[in-house]
């Protein structure tokens, strides 16, 4: 019957680091119960046959299986990092596009401002105000009371 142990009692029963023992479960070398939830859970019978297989010294197969295992992260890690790269160009852009952004629409705030001091001004020319002598008088005063 399998006897099971958790990642940090075969780390501490077999002197390994858990990080190197996370690295043996990835590359297949040790056994691993994931049906249990929140713990996982190695067959300690997996890790003795790796210990005698690797107890002369690592084997050949081991080897290779460990540089295809980097090779493969390695390859991954220079995805991630080109994605990363491929956001922070996408983060430029819309950093940019916000900017202008931003000025289109202080340049909108200011005419619309400007529309409606002369909607204002065209309204009190169509008064009856227009035929005043006191009109550009009344005109300073209005645009006083509006600012």
């Known amino acids: 019957m399998a006897q ?3 990642i940090e009692e075969v780390a501490a029963k077999y002197g390994y680091e858990t990080e190197y023992v996370w690295v043996l479960i990835a590359m297949r070398e040790i056994t691993v119960d ?4 929140g713990v996982d859970i190695i067959d300690d ?3 003795q046959d790796f210990v005698n297989r690797n107890k002369n010294g690592l084997t050949l197969m081991y080897v290779d299986k460990l540089e295809r295992y980097c090779i493969d992260h390695s390859k991954l890690c220079s995805m991630y990092l080109s994605l ?10 819309y950093k940019s596009a916000k900017y202008l952004y931003d000025e289109l629409q202080d340049k909108w705030k200011k005419q619309c401002c400007q529309v409606q001091k002369l909607e ?3 309204a009190l020319v169509r008064t009856t105000c227009r035929t005043c002598w006191l009109k550009k008088l009344c ?3 209005k645009r006083i009371k509006s600012d």
């Open 34 to 37: 994931y049906e249990r939830p």
């Open 45 to 47: 019978e997996s890790v």
């Open 120 to 122: 204002k001004e065209l």
């Open 139 to 141: 005109m300073i005063f």
């Open 84 to 93: 990363l790269g491929k956001q922070d160009k996408d983060i430029i852009v």
């Open 4 to 6: 099971w142990s958790s």
